[in-house]
C-alpha cells in the first residue's frame, strides 16, 4: 500500500525559497505519476504542478509558472517541489498525491486539469509566508 509523507514545509519571508520533499514507501514510486496541490484557510484546494511517471512531462498552475520546478528521484522514491520567490498567496498547505492512471495523468500533466482524483494523499506540509 503506498504511503506519501511530505516535508520541507517552514516559515519564510517573501523573495525567499523552500524545497518540499514528497518521499514514498510501501511501493516504488516510478508506477506513479505526482501532482502537488495546495489550500489555504477558506480556501478551495488547487493543483500546483505535476509530473509523469518518468519525469519527462511537467505542468504548472498559472500562478506559479517560472517560480516553482517539480523534479523527481524514483532511485530515492522521492519528488521535490522547489518554491522560488515566494509570496503571501503562496502560502498554504501542500499536498502530494499519486495516480497510477493514464487518463489522469494525461489530465494534470499534459492538459492542466487538477481534478483530485488521486489514488493516494498525503498528509500535508504548512507553508507560511509572512514578513
Known amino acids: 500500500q503506498l504511503q506519501l509523507v511530505e516535508s520541507g514545509g517552514d516559515l519564510v519571508q517573501p523573495g525567499e525559497s523552500l524545497r518540499l520533499s514528497c518521499v514514498a514507501s510501501?511501493?516504488?514510486?516510478?508506477?506513479?505519476?505526482i501532482g502537488w496541490f495546495r489550500q489555504a484557510p477558506g480556501k478551495e484546494r488547487e493543483g500546483v504542478s505535476c509530473?509523469?511517471?518518468?519525469?519527462?512531462?511537467?505542468n504548472y498552475a498559472d500562478s506559479v509558472k517560472g517560480r516553482f520546478t517539480v523534479s523527481r528521484d524514483n532511485a530515492k522514491n522521492t519528488v521535490y517541489l522547489q518554491m522560488n520567490s515566494l509570496t503571501p498567496d503562496d502560502a498554504a498547505v501542500y499536498y502530494c498525491?499519486?495516480?497510477?492512471?493514464?487518463?489522469?495523468?494525461?489530465?494534470?500533466?499534459?492538459?492542466?486539469?487538477?481534478?483530485?482524483?488521486?489514488?493516494?494523499w498525503g498528509k500535508g506540509t504548512l507553508v507560511t509566508v509572512s514578513s
Open positions: 509530473i509523469n511517471r518518468s519525469g519527462v512531462t511537467t
Open positions: 498525491a499519486a495516480t497510477p492512471s493514464v487518463t489522469t495523468t494525461h489530465a494534470m500533466c499534459i492538459l492542466g486539469v487538477y481534478l483530485n482524483d488521486m489514488d493516494c
Open positions: 510501501g511501493d516504488t514510486l516510478d508506477k506513479y505519476a
